[in-house]
């Protein structure tokens, strides 16, 4: 992850030893919330990376940062 948005402010999903889904904030990864279930803490995730404006890493099946797109943060206006 050498990508200037890892020096800056960032939000990551990654998955713990026991298997839960952690969400951190920054390079110190830092602790915000944690997921039995991998969407949940995407979904927060996304929240957070969208009002926050900042950069949102998933992890894949290997444990690799994998950087979303801006326009995967955002949400409808209105729910049909």
């Known amino acids: 992850m050498?990508?200037?948005?890892?020096?800056?402010?960032?939000?990551?999903?990654?998955?713990?030893?026991?298997?839960t889904w952690s969400v951190l904030r920054g390079p110190?990864?830092?602790?915000?919330?944690?997921?039995?279930?991998?969407?949940?803490?995407?979904a927060y995730g996304r929240a957070i990376s969208a009002s926050s404006k900042l950069v949102l890493f998933v992890d894949d099946k290997?444990?690799?940062?994998?950087r979303q797109s801006a326009s995967s943060l955002t949400y409808p206006s209105t729910l049909d």
Do not use: C, E, W, Y
């Open 2 to 19: 050498t990508d200037s948005a890892m020096d800056n402010g960032f939000i990551r999903i990654m998955q713990q030893r026991d298997k």
């Open 62 to 66: 290997n444990g690799n940062a994998i």
């Open 28 to 42: 110190r990864r830092i602790f915000l919330l944690g997921f039995a279930i991998k969407s949940h803490a995407v």
